[in-house]
C-alpha cells in the first residue's frame, strides 16, 4: 500500500493508557491506515526511533475563541504538540451574538486586533471558521455568559420566565449547530447573577443533547466545597455531565480542600453522576483584574462598571471595600497585593506596569494598591489581566495525579510577533502540555508517560464526543505529536512567556504535517485544521 506519510520504529503511547509499543504508522490521506511493521515507502517518511509517538494533544479549556482569526496558525499552541483546542469556556463564547448589551465595546475590542465579526449565530460562527485556513482543530462550548447576556443584559437579577426559556433555546440552536455543551462563568458577571435554579433549567437541554456543563465555578478560595457541591447539585437535578473547570484551591486557608472536594466528585461519580475536572500545571491562576471587585460592581456590564469607577462617590465605596477585603486576607486569601502581576494592560501609558506586581506599582507610584487597582481600572476601560499567584504545588499535583482530572492550558493561543505577542501572559499559553510531561512524567515520576498521554488525547476525546479522535487506531483521523520524551521541557516563564516549548520534533494534523523538526511549517496545505461538533446520538 503506497502511504503518503510514514512514521518508523517510534515508542508508540497510543492514548488508551495501555503499555507503549515499538512500532510503525502508515497514513493515507487524513487517516492512520496502517498500524505495525510498514515495509512500503511513503512519500514522506519520518524516523520517530528513539522518540515517542502519541495522539496529537486535545486542549479541553482554552480561550481563542474570536482570536483564531487574529491567528490561524496557533503557534503556541502547535509548539506543544496540541492538535485540537476546545474554545467557549467560563461562560464566554464567540456566539452567538446579536443586540448585547455591551456590543459597542465587544467591537471596539475586536478593532484593537483588526477583528471584525461577520455572524450572529453559533451555526454561522462555525461556518466562516470552517472556511478559515487553520492549523490546528477548533471545538467550541456556548457561553452561558454570553447567551445571559443577549437575553437580559448584565442585569443582576433572576430572569422571568420567557427570557429563561428564550435562553434555552439559544443553547438548544448552538448544540444543534455543534456545540460541545454549555460553560459558566459563575465568578463573573453576568453569570455571577444565576442562581442554582437558573444554572439547572440551562443544562437541561444540554442534557438532552448529551453535552456538556463545564463550569468556572462560583468560588475556588474559602467557597471552595459549596461551588463543587453546587455543581454536583446541577449534575444530580439536570442529569447533565459535568466539567469542573480548571480545578484548583485558591488562597492558604483553602489549601488542601481538593482533597476534599475531588472525595465530593469520587463520591458523586459512585453515584452514577457524571463529573469531572481539567486543570493546568502551575501555581498561578489568571484572569482580569476586574474579577477583584464585588459582583455589585458588575451590575450593567463594563459600562456600569466605568461609571462607578469615575463617580467619586461610589469608587471610594469601591475603595473602600478593597481596603478592607485587603486587610482581612479575602482577595483569594492570597499573600497580599505583591501576589498579584499585571500581565496585560491595554491603555499605552500602563504598558509599563506589565510584569509588575500591584505592590510594586503602588511603591513606585506614592499611592494605595486600592488605588492602583481602581485608576489602571478607569483609565484602561477595564481591559487590564493579572497573574495571581495563589495556588500550591501539592494541591496542582493532587488533582493532575487523580484518576477524573484532564489538561487544558487555560489559555489563549499566542504568538511571538503579530496582535498576540502582547504583554507578558501566562506561560501556560506556551508550556502547558510539555510542563506535566517534564515534571509529573519524566522528574517526579508520578504518572506513567501512558497514563499523562491518555489525560491529554483519549480519555479528552471520549469525554467530549470526538468521533476517530484522541487515540492511534487505524481508521482513526491522524492528529499525531512525534516528541522526544528526555528533552521535551517547556521554556515559557513568568518572566519570559514567550517562549516555545522544545522537543516536540513533529506535528500532524488531519495528516498533514505542521511542525517538521521543530519548525513551523507555513503554506496553505500546513493549515489542515477542522471544526469538530460533538456527535449527536
Not at 462560583?218 to 454536583?232: K, M, P, Q, T
Request: glycine share 10%; charged share 25%; with cysteine.
Amino acid at each position: 500500500m503506497p502511504f503518503d506519510v510514514v512514521i518508523r520504529r517510534g515508542t508508540i503511547v497510543d492514548g488508551t493508557g495501555e503499555a507503549a509499543y515499538t512500532g510503525d504508522l502508515g497514513i493515507v490521506g487524513d487517516r492512520i491506515a496502517c498500524i505495525g511493521e510498514i515495509n512500503d515507502v511513503g512519500r514522506f517518511t519520518i524516523d520517530a526511533e528513539d522518540c515517542v509517538v502519541s495522539p496529537g494533544f486535545i486542549d479541553v479549556h482554552s480561550h481563542t475563541d474570536e482570536f483564531v482569526f487574529a491567528n490561524p496558525t496557533s503557534e503556541s499552541k502547535v509548539f506543544q504538540g496540541v492538535t485540537t483546542e476546545v474554545s467557549g469556556n467560563c461562560g464566554y463564547s464567540a456566539a452567538p451574538r446579536g443586540c448585547l448589551h455591551d456590543l459597542g465595546e465587544y467591537q471596539q475590542f475586536l478593532r484593537q486586533y483588526g477583528l471584525q465579526t461577520g455572524w450572529s449565530s453559533m451555526s454561522e460562527f462555525l461556518a466562516i471558521l470552517e472556511r478559515l485556513p487553520k492549523t490546528i482543530n477548533f471545538a467550541t462550548f456556548v457561553g452561558h455568559g454570553t447567551i445571559r447576556s443577549l437575553v437580559m443584559g448584565f442585569e443582576a437579577r433572576t430572569p422571568t420566565c420567557d427570557e429563561l426559556a428564550n435562553m434555552q433555546r439559544l443553547i438548544e440552536e448552538c448544540m444543534e449547530a455543534g456545540a460541545l455543551g454549555l460553560s459558566t462563568g459563575l465568578a463573573y458577571a453576568p453569570g455571577c447573577y444565576a442562581d442554582t435554579e437558573e444554572l439547572i433549567r440551562v443544562a437541561e437541554p444540554v442534557a438532552r443533547y448529551g453535552g456538556i456543563y463545564a463550569t468556572h465555578i462560583r468560588d475556588e478560595a474559602d467557597g471552595l466545597v459549596d461551588a463543587v457541591a453546587e455543581a454536583i447539585k446541577i449534575a444530580q437535578e439536570s442529569r447533565v455531565s459535568v466539567q469542573i473547570s480548571h480545578h484548583k484551591a485558591c488562597g492558604q486557608k483553602s489549601r488542601g480542600k481538593v482533597r476534599e472536594t475531588l472525595a465530593m466528585i469520587d463520591a458523586a461519580r459512585a453515584e452514577g453522576l457524571d463529573v469531572w475536572v481539567d486543570v493546568y500545571p502551575y501555581i498561578a491562576t489568571s484572569t482580569s483584574l476586574k474579577s477583584i471587585l464585588p459582583q455589585c460592581a458588575h451590575d450593567g456590564g463594563s459600562p456600569g462598571l466605568l461609571a462607578r469607577l469615575r463617580n467619586a462617590p461610589t469608587r471610594e465605596t469601591l475603595r473602600a471595600w478593597l481596603i478592607d477585603q485587603a486587610e482581612k486576607g479575602r482577595i483569594w486569601d492570597c499573600g497580599g497585593w505583591a501576589s498579584i502581576v499585571i500581565s496585560l494592560v491595554e491603555e499605552e501609558k500602563y504598558r509599563s506596569c506589565e510584569g509588575q506586581s500591584i505592590d510594586e506599582i503602588a511603591r513606585k507610584v506614592g499611592k494605595h494598591p486600592a488605588d492602583v487597582v481602581l485608576d489602571l481600572l478607569s483609565d484602561a476601560e477595564g481591559n487590564v489581566g493579572i497573574i495571581a499567584f495563589v495556588i500550591s504545588d501539592e494541591d496542582v499535583a493532587y488533582v493532575i495525579g487523580h484518576p477524573v482530572s484532564l489538561i487544558g492550558s487555560d489559555a489563549t493561543a499566542r504568538a511571538k510577533t503579530g496582535p498576540l505577542s502582547a504583554g507578558k501572559p501566562h506561560p501556560r499559553a506556551y508550556g502547558t502540555f510539555p510542563r506535566v510531561l517534564r515534571i509529573y512524567v519524566r522528574e517526579n515520576r508520578m504518572l506513567r508517560l501512558e497514563e499523562a498521554i491518555s489525560k491529554m488525547t483519549g480519555r479528552t476525546a471520549r469525554r467530549l464526543g470526538l468521533k476517530r479522535r484522541g487515540f492511534l487506531r487505524e481508521g482513526y483521523y491522524a492528529d499525531i505529536v512525534v516528541f522526544e520524551p528526555n528533552t521535551l521541557t517547556d521554556t515559557a516563564t513568568f518572566e519570559n512567556p514567550h517562549s516555545y516549548a522544545q522537543g516536540i520534533r513533529y506535528v500532524l494534523v488531519n495528516g498533514q504535517v505542521v511542525l517538521e523538526n521543530g519548525h513551523l511549517q507555513d503554506c496553505p496545505a500546513c493549515r489542515p485544521g477542522r471544526i469538530l461538533r460533538r456527535a449527536v446520538s
